[in-house]
């Protein structure tokens, strides 16, 4: 597998990054995760949960004490490039080959999967997959398989079988399409053991099997097998180019993001009318040069051809009618909903042709992925991971587009056998374990003043339920230290952060914006910014008078209007949320600018409940008090200030404030953060122009 074409110049050939001394630190099974982490880690090896990797390794039996071979391979649901060790299923072996006696055909294969669970190893609760027979029936004691787009290139052209042999020769045999399962585990055994000098596979349409005696010789296998192809399709040079000649010019950065700004609230609120969708936006430029080329709308009609392509990006995208270069977004807007209703209509009537007696209902009959030429790609999922994830799987069915027409004839999967992957009874039990989602999930909420206290505490609970959020702070630094926090793990698709200035019209239009484009839309608008000041009336300058309506009256109007805009043309209703005061309601003395403008906070609230009804735009008020911890209000003149007002330190405010309280109890950000959490959730479902005080009772405050 050493030797490569000539011409490869232009092949970016994988790395082996196997470290033999790191490896023989390990037991044999860390080494299987640590081979497994290596090649998860390059998507042009496999994708996001995609592809498994599996070794036979002698182990003690639990009961009898005595050495047995144990198949660990990778379980469902799992993702090889950040697996660890509780990440793989483990089957005794004997156990398993035995279920070969068992297995009644191709027509049956699918009860097998029942009988996985017999052959555990050590009560180990990780689920084996379907794809355990493909590993346990080899009689190989190491089994990669892979996704890699150039080899996924060979298998989905229309001569796929002719251009294995003529790159591999007999190292690397080829299989006709068979669905992943049983029986492709009974066809592998086969091959194997009728072609012992061969190294590995090609299954028609689908991706890459290799083998090795050891871990990294069958890593390297792997490695050696992808690059090959990598080098041989960069040395097919063509007159002309795979994807046509450019039907639409690409338009700018800036313009793709506008545009993408501009369409994907529309599209959310004409998918999420039953389960809110989150989107992703992507002009890489793969997807750019698939958008604007001739052979956009053929290639997009075929599909994908790799079942785990597909499942993630389903039958075939939307290609809507646009050019960037000739139009407005305004002048593609009305084509949104035709478009949308056209392919619910093609997706039903896919469904009706290729179902079975037995077939599952059929669920959402919307696209996944949207591509717009001259601009890019955009995926809507029911979570952002999913749709940045959905995204990725489709970038790979680019390349492996390009590259197999490059060479051959690209073939998506048969629409039969498309359907009977996506409709298949397994994947449907598969889903169905699938955990409820969080009561916020699908949502997106904007928070204004998120680099303080409450804000970053009502960041944390809205996440915690499953909403993607985008932080919002004039403060940089502190703005990027709350991001940086909460994206951490699984969180880095649930957070992003965008400077703004409330009191400047056209950074908070920005902001909007841009955070249409980076998750779709709005659901949830927590205006949060906030000053506080204190002086006389005779002693307050025109100035500070102005700072405090510009921030906290003005900021206000702006933030909520834009809010509203997007709300409304999405249609799905939606909350604003006004971080309030108790000086809203009750008077201070010396501070006639801040309670007056946190007044006028509370009126726009009233006004804009009134105007959001009809829409189902909800509008409440959470009015904190006294709120020291982790607040940058606090940290300045304002704790001075209160302090002499009330002849104390800045370090004694919060005990004078507790005791001054009807329950003599402090309140802290996560305090404000659930109130109005619950303002933002189904359980308020019918409260608008509400206020909830958070103040540990203060009667000058209450609102009856």
Not at 30 to 52: A, F, H, P, Q, W
Not at 155 to 169: D, H, N, P, Q, V
Not at 687 to 692: D, V
């Amino acid at each position: 597998m050493e030797t490569m074409p000539p011409s490869v110049e232009n092949a970016l050939l994988l790395e082996n990054k196997w470290d033999a001394a790191h490896a023989s630190r390990l037991s044999e099974q860390e080494v299987l995760c640590y081979r497994s982490n290596l090649l998860g880690s390059d998507k042009r090896i496999t994708n996001y949960g995609g592809g498994n990797t599996s070794s036979k390794i002698s182990m003690s039996d639990p009961l009898t004490r005595q050495p047995v071979s144990v198949l660990w391979v990778k379980g469902s649901g799992g993702d090889i490039g950040t697996m660890g060790l509780d990440g793989f299923a483990t089957l005794n072996m004997e156990k398993l080959r035995s279920l070969q006696a068992l297995y009644r055909g191709q027509k049956f294969e699918d009860e097998m999967v029942g009988l996985y669970p017999h052959c555990t190893h050590d009560l180990n609760p990780r689920a084996a997959s379907i794809d355990t027979p493909l590993h346990g029936l080899l009689d190989k004691l190491h089994v990669d398989h892979m996704h890699p787009d150039a080899v996924i290139a060979i298998a989905a052209s229309a001569e796929s079988r002719e251009l294995t042999r003529k790159i591999y020769g007999d190292e690397i045999g080829w299989l006709p399409w068979v669905r992943p399962g049983f029986e492709l585990g009974v066809r592998l055994q086969n091959f194997a053991r009728e072609n012992p000098q061969a190294k590995g596979l090609i299954l028609e349409a689908h991706g890459l099997f290799t083998w090795g005696d050891t871990q990294k010789e069958c890593y390297e296998t792997t490695l050696g097998v992808i690059n090959r192809a990598i080098a041989w399709l960069a040395d097919q040079h063509g007159a002309k180019h795979p994807f046509g000649a450019v039907n639409v010019s690409v338009v700018a950065p800036e313009k793709r993001r506008e545009i993408a700004a501009a369409v994907m609230p529309h599209i959310r609120g004409l998918i999420s009318k039953t389960i809110p969708k989150v989107g992703h936006f992507d002009d890489s430029p793969a997807v750019l040069e698939f958008v604007s080329r001739e052979a956009l709308k053929p290639l997009a009609a075929l599909g994908t051809s790799c079942p785990d392509h597909f499942l993630r990006t389903k039958i075939c995208p939307l290609v809507l009618d646009f050019d960037p270069s000739t139009e407005t977004p305004e002048a593609l807007l009305p084509r949104l909903a035709p478009a949308v209703e056209a392919y619910r209509a093609g997706y039903q009537a896919y469904y009706e042709r290729c179902k079975h007696a037995d077939s599952p209902p059929m669920r959402d009959p919307n696209a996944v992925v949207y591509l717009i030429p001259g601009v890019g790609m955009i995926t809507f999922a029911n979570d952002k991971a999913t749709a940045r994830i959905s995204g990725e799987f489709y970038v790979n069915a680019i390349n492996v587009m390009r590259e197999s027409s490059r060479v051959s004839t690209y073939r998506g999967l048969p629409e039969q056998a498309a359907f009977d992957i996506e409709y298949w009874l397994l994947e449907e039990a598969k889903l169905q374990r699938m955990p409820k989602p969080k009561a916020l999930a699908g949502r997106i909420a904007l928070i204004t003043g998120a680099g303080g206290g409450i804000g970053k505490a009502t960041a944390m609970r809205l996440m915690d339920e499953g909403a993607c959020v985008v932080l919002c702070d004039i403060d940089r630094e502190a703005l990027e230290e709350v991001r940086k926090e909460l994206s951490g793990g699984a969180g880095r698709d649930n957070v992003q952060a965008l400077w703004h200035d409330v009191t400047d019209e056209a950074s908070i239009i920005k902001a909007f914006q841009d955070t249409n484009w980076l998750y779709g839309g709005l659901d949830i608008c927590v205006s949060n910014a906030g000053i506080a000041s204190a002086a006389p009336i005779e002693d307050t300058s025109l100035e500070l008078w102005q700072r405090n309506m510009d921030i906290l009256s003005t900021g206000y109007f702006l933030v909520s209007r834009e809010a509203v805009r997007v709300l409304k043309t999405q249609g799905l209703g939606g909350a604003l949320v006004f971080v309030g005061s108790k000086n809203a309601l009750a008077a201070s003395p010396g501070a006639a600018a801040y309670c007056t403008a946190k007044a006028s906070e509370l009126h726009l609230a009233r006004c804009l409940a009134l105007e959001g009804a009809p829409m189902g735009i909800r509008v409440n008020v959470v009015n904190p008090d006294a709120v020291l911890r982790g607040s940058h209000i606090w940290q300045g003149e304002w704790a001075d200030q209160r302090a002499q007002q009330y002849n104390t330190t800045p370090d004694d405010l919060e005990a004078i404030y507790r005791n001054r309280s009807l329950l003599k109890r402090s309140v802290f950000p996560e305090d404000v953060a659930e109130a109005i959490a619950f303002f933002v959730s189904s359980r308020s479902d019918k409260s608008t122009g509400n206020i909830i005080n958070v103040d540990a009772g203060n009667a000058a405050a209450f609102t009856r």
